[in-house]
């Protein structure tokens, strides 16, 4: 019999062998209970993530096609010297840098701008809160659907309202020009809310009392905002912006709903193309080596941002 | 003193208001446009008539009892509950154990362990879908709702939030337990998830809310369309023909309600989870 016993009190141990042996013995059945809570999660790890990155690395090099895996061979960095030869892949990665740079200012901007105007005691502050958040309850796939009506050149109510005030009908989604923009659009308008609430909650983070000193010292409100206000939100402001970076990196839903990558591939993203050559062509190989590569960047931001937020920290 | 209807105030709520439109008339164009006859949706486009429903209440939910009679809308609704209560149980279970190891039990390869999960953190899962499928694919697995379920259920992040929250609770408790005669099991289920209800909240609600939402895995994993969860069939729908505006719009109606109820009855663990833990992940 083993008594595990309390910290610090007097175990006794009735069964042979050394004290040695003994604490072996503990710690041999500490490791089991804890690897058993640990096991399930640990395999599913290792099967769904571990597993398929280190996969996703060895397939870069390789010219893998899922149909024929037993002619499988190692191709050393041809994979990535065909990627810069190929239109649609460079075509796709200027795509997501464009809707990176777009969506970002445009997100965070009006995030920031709908927390400023909701951070006063206003009674009907609730009513407007549920209006800007409102997008965000819906699914990716349901509000690409809804804006493709919204959006429709003939009939959507969009163009219909602009010609009702003298503006011309525009093509949106139907133009190579205006497509990723258009995105841009409405994914900033479905992100927005939730944003604002994180910087809702960092602004009144912020105690009165700051503000009290900085009106008794004379600053007015323009001061009071770009000398307190701004570097206080700081801390919050380093973890949206990245999250929305590493959001807006991995583009997908919307160009799929919306416009399959259309027209002339002007909204085809880098994970859209990694889903269309990996699982619609299945050149898991070529896939794998866009993924390596834009995993490596993401995970750099990643990586960044954990060292920005902790230096924040300190 | 400033006036409590100065020009500035005034201005203030112009913006407010004309900001509410542009974030909400999506949501009551797709709600009202679903509770009219097709022929109506696309008439009086420059009227507020485009945001209310039909004036004849009879007509309100025609295009639901349509779209509930051409679809099995009913069935992807019911996958689609299925899919996010077991993802939700299960992500609780699954990730709570692993927190709870790595928050009170000692074991060998601890710290190797947490910084394999911290490192897992950063691996982007959309770049990784092509192998993950071809795991599915070697474990037999396509076309089952087990391909659906299995790869939602662990992660690096609700492991991380556990462990966090279990380390919260005092020593004594579980050593008072102990003597009480519990085993680590009970420990865990007795003890330790009772009093992390606000991580079992936010867990659950989000592992919810994530599996509801999932588009491209379903529609990777899935060919039968007995199994497509709503956000699937979704889209499956929007493209059979003849497709109808006002059907559509039922459709995206409906998918939508779990989620608006969700959002009122958990908000606070949503935000808690991923807002509130602000700078969570460190």
């Known amino acids: 019999m083993i008594k595990t016993g309390l910290k610090g009190s007097k175990t006794v141990y009735t069964f042979p062998g050394t004290e040695k042996e003994a604490k072996n013995r503990i710690k041999w059945r500490e490791n089991v209970v804890a690897y058993t809570f640990l096991g399930p999660a640990l395999l599913l790890l290792l099967l769904f993530l571990i597993i398929p990155a280190i996969m996703s690395v060895y397939y870069a090099f390789t010219d893998y096609y899922l149909l024929t895996p037993d002619t499988r061979k190692f191709v050393g960095l041809d994979n990535f010297i065909n990627l810069f030869k190929d239109p649609i892949f460079l075509k796709s990665l200027a795509n997501t840098l464009k809707f990176v740079v777009w969506v970002i200012p445009l997100q965070i901007g009006a995030a920031l701008g709908l927390a400023l105007l909701l951070n006063k005691q206003r009674k009907a502050n609730t009513f407007?809160?549920?209006?800007?958040?409102?997008?965000?309850?819906?699914?990716?796939?349901?509000?690409?659907v809804l804006w493709l009506y919204l959006l429709n050149p003939n009939e959507g109510i969009i163009n219909n309202v602009l010609t009702y005030f003298g503006v011309s009908?525009?093509?949106?989604?139907?133009?190579?020009?205006?497509?990723?923009?258009?995105?841009?659009?409405?994914?900033?308008?479905?992100?927005?809310?939730?944003?604002?609430?994180?910087?809702?909650?960092?602004?009144?983070?912020?105690?009165?009392?700051?503000?009290?000193?900085?009106?008794?010292?004379?600053?007015?409100?323009?001061?009071r905002f770009i000398y307190i206000t701004l570097p206080?939100?700081?801390?919050?402001?380093?973890?949206?912006?990245?999250?929305?970076?590493?959001?807006?990196?991995?583009l997908l839903v919307q160009p799929m709903v919306m416009t399959q990558g259309g027209p002339v591939n002007s909204t085809m993203t880098v994970v859209y193309y990694i889903y269309?050559?990996?699982?619609?062509?299945?050149?898991?190989?070529?896939?794998?080596?866009?993924?390596?590569?834009?995993?490596?960047?993401?995970?750099?931001v990643t990586l960044a941002q954990r060292k920005l937020v902790k230096e924040e920290d300190d | 003193m400033r006036r409590k209807?100065?020009?500035?105030?005034?201005?203030?709520?112009?913006?407010?208001?004309?900001?509410?439109?542009?974030?909400?008339?999506?949501?009551?164009?797709?709600?009202?446009?679903?509770?009219k006859p097709e022929a109506e949706v696309y008439n009086n486009m420059n009227s507020i008539k485009a945001f209310l429903p039909?004036?004849?209440?009879?007509?309100?939910?025609?295009?639901?009892?349509?779209?509930?009679?051409?679809?099995?809308?009913?069935?992807?609704?019911?996958?689609?509950?299925?899919?996010?209560?077991?993802?939700?149980?299960?992500?609780?279970?699954?990730?709570?154990?692993?927190?709870?190891?790595f928050a009170k039990l000692n074991f060998n390869g601890k710290r190797v362990l947490f910084g394999l999960l911290l490192a897992l953190l950063i691996v982007p899962l959309e770049t990784i879908l092509i192998s993950q499928f071809t795991i599915v694919h070697k474990l037999?697995?396509?076309?089952?709702?087990?391909?659906?379920?299995?790869?939602?259920?662990?992660?690096a992040f609700n492991i991380y939030?556990?462990?966090?929250?279990?380390?919260?609770?005092?020593?004594?408790?579980?050593?008072?337990?102990?003597?009480?005669?519990?085993?680590?099991?009970?420990?865990?289920?007795?003890?330790?998830?009772?009093?992390?209800?606000?991580?079992?909240?936010?867990?659950?609600?989000?592992?919810?809310?994530?599996?509801?939402?999932?588009?491209?895995?379903?529609?990777?994993?899935?060919?039968?369309?007995?199994?497509?969860?709503?956000?699937?069939?979704?889209?499956?729908?929007?493209?059979t023909e003849p497709v109808y505006t006002n059907q559509v719009m039922a459709v995206l109606t409906i998918s939508t309600i779990p989620l608006i109820l969700i959002y009122i009855v958990a908000q606070r663990y949503i935000l808690e989870g991923i807002g509130g833990s602000g700078t969570g992940i460190k």
């Open chain 2, 161 to 239: 939030l556990f462990r966090n929250f279990f380390m919260a609770i005092p020593a004594e408790i579980i050593e008072s337990a102990k003597l009480d005669g519990a085993n680590t099991w009970q420990i865990f289920l007795r003890i330790m998830l009772p009093m992390s209800k606000p991580a079992v909240a936010t867990v659950g609600t989000l592992a919810f809310i994530g599996s509801w939402n999932d588009y491209i895995w379903p529609l990777m994993v899935l060919t039968d369309k007995s199994k497509f969860p709503i956000q699937v069939a979704i889209t499956a729908i929007n493209s």
């Open chain 1, 232 to 250: 206080l939100l700081k801390p919050t402001s380093i973890f949206i912006f990245i999250t929305t970076l590493i959001g807006a990196f991995k």
């Open chain 1, 169 to 223: 009908a525009q093509p949106f989604l139907t133009s190579p020009k205006q497509a990723m923009f258009t995105i841009v659009f409405v994914s900033a308008w479905q992100g927005a809310g939730f944003q604002m609430l994180i910087f809702l909650a960092g602004l009144q983070n912020i105690p009165g009392d700051v503000y009290e000193a900085a009106q008794l010292d004379g600053m007015n409100k323009w001061q």
């Open chain 1, 276 to 300: 269309q050559t990996g699982f619609t062509d299945r050149m898991v190989g070529y896939a794998s080596s866009i993924a390596l590569l834009f995993g490596t960047i993401i995970g750099l």
């Open chain 1, 128 to 144: 407007f809160k549920v209006a800007y958040f409102s997008p965000v309850v819906m699914s990716l796939v349901v509000i690409s």
């Open chain 2, 5 to 35: 209807f100065g020009p500035l105030t005034i201005l203030e709520y112009i913006c407010l208001v004309l900001l509410a439109v542009l974030f909400i008339f999506p949501l009551f164009w797709m709600i009202a446009s679903s509770m």
């Open chain 2, 140 to 155: 037999g697995l396509v076309d089952t709702r087990l391909a659906v379920i299995l790869p939602a259920l662990a992660g």
């Open chain 2, 54 to 101: 039909s004036f004849h209440p009879s007509d309100w939910f025609i295009s639901y009892k349509q779209v509930l009679t051409r679809f099995h809308l009913l069935g992807y609704i019911i996958n689609s509950l299925f899919y996010g209560l077991c993802v939700a149980a299960g992500s609780v279970i699954i990730n709570g154990m692993a927190g709870y190891a």
